[in-house]
């Protein structure tokens, strides 16, 4: 079965700060995908970033950058320069081959001006 | 390109009523997905149909809960009789592909619509 752990409820960062938001997975399935989602409080999921199992590289989007380490399987979100819009509920999901999406609980960001 | 949509936005029912809620995909979109998400917690997949046929309905609460797509485009989702732990956000999302076949491909990513907030009171 396929799980997300989000150990992070909440997480402040100074407004142009750096922050990492923690994800660790766990799957049985050799092949499948992470995502990362933001949920402001308007409550509509907005897609941030993938990163495939077999990808070499980290993947990155704009501020938003995934530290895959497939060994440990974590994949922590890490967002550059904080802006205040950033201010919103985080979702780190995956799906494996065969499977459906799959949820963590989310983390809370609050961009401390 | 118009994305998912959702109606009603808002919604408050007594329980023991009914309720319905309707979505509208991404044209094109072979894959649509109904989650619900409490209060605090991440999205649970509740139904996914691939054009108008159910891929997974496991997590859906049958006894009260159906849904249905017709002619492979817009679908519906029906609460009967609705209880108190149904308040939540129903969220519906939709996909290009099938999203049960690969677990690497990008094109698998899912576009949400803005959700339904239920109160059952």
């Known amino acids: 079965a396929q799980k997300i752990t989000q150990t992070q409820p909440g997480m402040f960062v100074q407004e142009k700060e750096a922050v990492t938001l923690d994800c660790t997975y766990d799957t049985s399935d050799p092949s499948y995908g992470l995502f990362w989602y933001k949920q402001p409080s308007s409550g509509e999921m907005i897609f941030l970033i993938y990163q495939g199992s077999y990808d070499q590289q980290n993947a990155t989007e704009g501020r938003y950058s995934l530290n895959f380490q497939k060994a440990r399987k974590s994949a922590n979100l890490v967002i550059s320069a904080s802006q205040l819009g950033d201010s919103a509920m985080y979702f780190c999901a995956m799906r494996g081959y065969g499977q459906n999406f799959v949820f963590g609980p989310g983390t809370r960001l609050s961009v401390l001006p | 390109e118009a994305g998912v949509a959702q109606s009603p936005r808002y919604k408050i029912i007594e329980k023991r009523q009914s309720v319905a809620f309707w979505c509208n995909p991404i044209s094109g979109h072979a894959t649509l997905y109904w989650y619900q998400q409490i209060l605090g917690q991440g999205p649970k997949l509740l139904i996914q149909f691939q054009n108008n046929g159910v891929v997974d309905d496991s997590q859906l609460p049958k006894d009260r809960f159906s849904a249905e797509r017709l002619k492979g485009v817009d679908s519906t989702l029906k609460i009967q009789p609705a209880k108190l732990e149904d308040s939540a956000v129903y969220l519906c999302?939709?996909?290009?592909?099938?999203?049960?076949?690969?677990?690497?491909?990008?094109?698998?990513?899912?576009?949400f619509g803005p959700g339904t907030r239920l109160t059952v009171t």
């Open positions: 999302a939709s996909s290009l592909v099938p999203g049960t076949d690969g677990g690497s491909q990008r094109e698998y990513e899912q576009y």
